[in-house]
C-alpha cells in the first residue's frame, strides 16, 4: 500500500511534457504554465514562471510551498507571522503551519542580493517574517529545495531565488479581496533614454485587522557597449514600513512597527575574453528599525527595583503601587556586503565545455538600536535590567568559493568548493568548509520521445551563529535581604536587594549548524508521460539550542523588624538600627541561566515525485500528481537543569537536577508525512480561461514524542548539584535517599504514544480569466467541499479537527 501511495505521489514542479515556458504572459495562451516546473539543470530545483504567480495568487513567500511535491495549502494572511521552509512536516494540530525554526535556515535572494537577519535581538517582528516581503514586486521565483550552488553560503534548508520586475512594464494594478485581507498594487516601467535604461516604479499595500504593511520600490537598469563590451548597471531601492496596534484597554496597549530599507548596486562587464567572459560586483546595504512599545498596568505592591548589572549588596527603589510602566523594545539591525565575482568559459572538443566561477564575499552586521528601555522608577518588572544594543559588537562574514561546470551532450556536472568565516571581537575565527557537487546524466533518448536520465548530488551547507546568539541578554537575579516599610510614618522605608549577575551567558565554543545533502534521483519522458522522483537523504548537526543552567549563590536574609518608627539604614554593607547591626541569616539560592548551544540534530529521509500525465484533448484538461514522502527525526542532546522550588521550613530546596530530556516530556521527536497533489488543469485559450482544481490528500500522518528512543514516564537526572556548585553524578544511592525524592520527573504515559491519522483530503481551486489585454480576474476556493474531518490525538487524549476552514479570495489586475 506504501508503494502504491508512493508511486501516485509523484513530484510536483508540474511540468507540461514537451513544452516551452512561454516567453508572454498570456492567459490566451494554448500551454500557459500554471504550475510549478523542474528544472532541467542539476539538482533539485522548482521553477515559478510568473504565470504561474499569477495563477496561484500568493500573499507572502510562504505560500509558495503549496507549489512545491506534496505541499499543503494553508489560507494565507498577514496577522500572523509567515515563515519559508521546505522538507519540513508542517502540521499542527490539524493545520498547515510553518517551521519557524527552519525558516532560519532558509536563504532569499532577491535580484542576485541575498537579505540576512542575523543582527536581530528582540525584535517584535523576527526578519525573516515574510509579511515584510512583497510578492507583488516578485515576477518570477525559484526554489533550491536540493543542494545549491558553491556561491550561496550561510544556511541549511533551502534557497528562494526572486527575480522582480525590472525595466519597462505597462501601468499595472491589481486589488486583492478575501474576508480577512486587502491588497493593493501600483507599478509602472519608463525607459528613460535612447540608450535603453530604465526606471521601474512600483508601490503596494497590505492590510488585515490591526497589521499594515506597505512599500515602494525603485529599479534603475543602465546599459552601455564600452568599445563593443557590454556593461550594465542596476541600482535597486526599497522601503517598507509595517505597524500593529493591540488595543485591550487605556491600561493595556501594544504598538509594534518594523522600517525596512534596503539598497542593492551591481554592475557587470563582458569583456568576452578567453581567461575572463564576466566580471560583476555587487554592494548591497540594509538598515531596518523596530520598535514595540507596551504599555501596561503593574498591579503588584511595594516591589523593589535596582537597576545594577553587577552581583552585590545594594540598596534598592521601593515602588509604589498600581503604577502604569511603557516598555520600549528598538532593534536597528544593518548590514552592508559586497561580492566579486568572475567567470570564464573553454569549449573544448565535440561539443564539450569547461566553465569556471569564482567569487569572494564580505560582510559587516550589527545592531544600533536603543534596546529595551523604560523609566527606572517604574519598571515592566523586579529583575528586567535596560539593555542597549549598540553596546554589542559587530560581525564579520567572509566567504569565498570555486565551481566548475562540465558539459557534454549527455553529461553535465557541477563541483565546487565554499569557504566561509565569521569573526567577531569577542570570538575566535569560525569557519566552515563546504564541498558541494551535482550531476544530470542523460542514459538514452530515442527519436521517439521516450528518454531517461539520472541525477545526484552531495554536498555540505552551514549556517552561523547569530548576533543574539553570540551575546545573549545577561541575567540578574534579585532576592531581597531586608525591606523595611512603616505604615505610620509615609516615606520612612528601606530596601535592600542583593543582585546576582552569574555573567555566563554566551558560549564561546558555539559553530555553525552543518547540514549534509544526498539526493538521487530519475527522469523518464514518453510521449504522453513525464517523470521525475528525487530520493534524499539530510542529516543536520550541531544545531542551535539552549541549556539551562543553575547558578548558586548566597544572600543575606535581616531579620525582620515588626515595631514602627525604626530608622533603618544601611551603611558599610550592612543593615543598621539605632547604631547596631540587624542580624541576619546566610541563605542560598540558585539563579537559571539559559546558555546558546549545539545540540540539535536532525534527519531527514524522503521522496519527492511529479508525474506529468499530458493533456486529455477533449477535456482541455492536463493532470499532474505530485507528492512527497517525508520522515523526519529531531533529537537534542541538551543538559538542562531542573529545580524543584519547594519550601522546606522557610527554605528552598538545596538541589538541582540535571536531565537529558527537555522541558516538554521527552528529547526526541519523530514525523512522518505521505501527501500528494492531483492538479486538473483546463485551458481554454479561446476565451482566456484558465482553472487547476486540486485534490490534496494526507494519506499519512504520524507524530510521537519519545525519550531517547523509548519512554520516559519516570527519569532520574544524569547529575546533580548542591548549593556548593560542585556537579556529581547522580547515582543509585541518591535513587533511595529521600532527600533526593523531588529530582525525579514523572510524565503521564499518554503523552510518548504514537499519533496516527487516517486520510482525509480537501478540495481546492484557482480560476484564471483574462478579459482581452489588460484586465484579468482571478478567484481561488480553499476546501471547497468544506471537509474537516476530525481525528484523535492518542498523546493528547483530545480530538482535532483536520484542514483549514473554507476560504476564498478575488483579484482583479489591469495592464494598460
Known amino acids: 500500500m506504501t508503494i502504491f501511495l508512493l508511486l501516485s505521489s509523484l513530484h510536483p514542479g508540474n511540468y507540461l511534457h514537451g513544452q516551452k515556458q512561454p516567453d508572454t504572459l498570456s492567459f490566451y495562451l494554448p500551454n500557459i504554465l500554471v504550475t510549478a516546473i523542474e528544472s532541467k539543470t542539476p539538482g533539485t530545483v522548482s521553477l515559478l514562471p510568473a504565470s504561474t504567480l499569477e495563477h496561484t495568487q500568493p500573499i507572502t513567500i510562504a505560500d509558495l510551498t503549496q507549489l512545491l511535491p506534496g505541499g499543503l495549502t494553508n489560507n494565507s494572511g498577514v496577522t500572523d507571522a509567515q515563515y519559508f521552509s521546505v522538507r519540513e512536516v508542517s502540521l499542527k494540530n ?4 510553518f517551521h519557524k525554526d527552519a525558516a532560519m535556515g532558509a536563504q532569499i535572494w532577491i535580484d542576485g542580493s541575498p537579505l540576512h537577519f542575523n543582527a536581530g535581538i528582540n525584535e517584535p517582528y523576527e526578519g525573516y517574517d515574510a509579511r515584510f516581503l512583497s510578492l507583488n514586486q516578485v515576477k518570477e521565483a525559484e526554489i533550491i529545495r536540493g543542494i545549491p550552488s558553491a556561491r550561496y553560503g550561510n544556511l541549511t534548508n533551502s534557497v528562494l531565488l526572486l527575480k522582480t520586475h525590472q525595466g519597462r512594464m505597462p501601468l499595472s494594478t491589481s486589488i486583492r479581496y478575501n474576508p480577512k485581507l486587502k491588497q493593493y498594487m501600483l507599478g509602472k516601467g519608463f525607459c528613460i533614454s535612447p540608450q535603453g535604461h530604465t526606471l521601474n516604479l512600483l508601490a503596494d499595500y497590505t492590510s488585515q485587522g490591526d497589521f499594515h504593511t506597505g512599500g515602494i520600490r525603485l529599479a534603475n537598469l543602465y546599459h552601455w557597449l564600452p568599445a563593443g563590451k557590454k556593461l550594465e548597471l542596476s541600482l535597486t531601492y ?14 493595556n496597549h501594544t504598538q509594534r512597527q518594523r522600517l525596512d530599507q ?9 569583456p568576452d575574453r578567453r581567461w575572463l567572459k564576466k566580471l560583476s560586483l555587487r554592494i548591497d546595504g540594509s538598515l531596518q528599525k523596530s520598535k514595540q512599545t507596551k504599555s501596561q498596568v503593574n498591579n503588584a505592591s511595594s516591589q523593589l527595583y535596582t537597576d545594577q548589572k553587577e552581583s552585590g549588596e545594594w540598596e534598592a527603589r521601593v515602588l509604589s503601587s498600581n503604577y502604569m510602566y511603557t516598555l520600549v523594545n528598538e532593534s536597528q539591525p544593518f548590514y552592508v556586503e559586497t561580492e566579486m565575482l568572475a567567470s570564464t568559459l573553454f569549449p573544448l572538443r565535440q561539443g564539450r565545455e569547461i566553465s569556471l566561477v569564482a567569487g569572494f564575499s564580505y560582510r559587516s552586521e550589527g545592531n544600533e538600536g536603543r534596546g529595551r528601555d523604560f523609566d527606572r522608577q517604574r519598571p515592566p518588572s523586579t529583575s528586567i535590567r535596560p539593555r542597549s544594543f549598540r553596546e554589542i559588537p559587530s560581525l564579520h562574514t567572509f566567504g569565498g568559493f570555486i565551481e566548475a561546470t562540465y558539459r557534454t551532450s549527455n553529461l553535465h556536472v557541477e563541483a565546487g568548493l565554499r569557504n566561509q568565516g565569521l569573526k567577531s571581537r569577542d570570538y575566535a575565527l569560525i569557519y566552515q568548509t563546504e564541498p558541494r557537487l551535482n550531476l544530470l546524466w542523460s542514459l538514452f533518448s530515442s527519436p521517439s520521445g521516450y528518454t531517461l536520465s539520472l541525477k545526484g548530488g552531495l554536498g555540505w551547507i552551514s549556517f552561523m551563529p547569530t548576533l543574539d546568539k553570540l551575546y545573549p ?11 523595611y516599610n512603616d505604615s505610620n510614618e509615609s516615606g520612612n522605608t528601606l530596601g535592600i536587594l542583593t543582585t546576582h549577575a552569574p555573567g555566563m551567558e554566551q558560549n564561546m565554543k558555539l559553530k555553525p549548524t552543518v547540514n549534509r545533502k544526498i539526493e538521487v534521483g530519475l527522469i523518464g519522458k514518453t510521449p504522453a508521460i513525464r517523470l521525475d522522483m528525487t530520493a534524499f537523504f539530510e542529516k543536520q548537526t550541531d544545531g542551535f539550542s539552549s541549556s ?26 550592612q543593615v543598621w538600627v539605632n547604631g547596631k547591626a540587624v542580624p541576619y541569616q546566610e541563605k542560598y539560592s540558585y539563579t537559571p541561566v539559559s546558555v546558546p548551544v549545539n545540540t540539535l540534530h536532525r534527519k531527514k529521509h524522503g521522496i519527492e515525485m511529479v508525474a506529468d500525465l499530458g493533456t486529455f484533448s477533449p477535456l482541455r484538461t492536463s493532470l499532474i500528481v505530485d507528492g512527497i514522502w517525508l520522515y523526519v527525526r529531531e533529537k537534542n542532546t541538551a543538559l538542562n537543569g531542573i529545580w524543584p522550588i519547594q519550601y522546606t521550613d522557610k527554605t528552598e530546596y538545596p538541589y538541582v537536577g540535571f536531565y537529558d530530556k527537555q522541558g516538554g516530556p521527552g528529547n526526541e521527536s519523530r514525523s512522518e508525512i505521505i501527501s500528494t497533489n492531483f492538479r486538473f488543469i483546463t485551458r481554454i485559450p479561446r476565451i482566456g480561461l484558465v482553472t487547476t482544481l486540486t485534490w490534496q490528500m494526507i494519506w499519512l500522518y504520524k507524530y510521537r514524542t519519545l525519550y531517547n528512543g523509548s519512554t520516559g514516564e519516570n527519569v532520574w537526572p544524569l547529575y546533580w548539584c548542591g548549593t556548593d556548585g560542585i556537579i556529581h553524578s547522580f547515582t543509585e544511592t541518591q535513587k533511595e535517599d529521600p532527600a533526593f525524592a523531588p529530582l525525579l520527573s514523572t510524565t503521564a504515559p499518554e503523552r510518548f504514544l504514537p499519533n496516527s491519522y487516517k486520510p482525509y483530503g480537501m478540495l ?24 474537516r474531518p476530525t481525528r484523535y490525538s492518542a498523546s493528547t487524549r483530545s480530538y482535532l479537527q483536520q484542514n483549514t476552514q473554507p476560504f476564498f479570495g478575488l483579484e482583479l489586475q489591469i495592464k494598460l
Open 764 to 787: 481546492n481551486i484557482r480560476v484564471n480569466k483574462a478579459f482581452g489585454e489588460h484586465i484579468t480576474l482571478a478567484f481561488f476556493a480553499n476546501n471547497l467541499a468544506d471537509l
Open 473 to 483: 541578554e545577561a541575567i540578574y537575579n534579585d532576592k531581597v535581604s531586608f525591606y
Open 94 to 97: 490539524g493545520v498547515n503551519q
Open 262 to 270: 534596503r539598497f542593492s548596486i551591481q554592475g557587470e562587464w563582458q
Open 548 to 573: 539551562a543552567q543553575y547558578i548558586p549563590f548566597s544572600y543575606r536574609e535581616y531579620d525582620y523588624l515588626p515595631t514602627a518608627q525604626l530608622r533603618p539604614e544601611y551603611k558599610d554593607g
Open 238 to 251: 526599497t522601503s517598507r514600513i509595517g505597524k500593529e496596534k493591540q488595543f485591550v484597554n487605556e491600561q
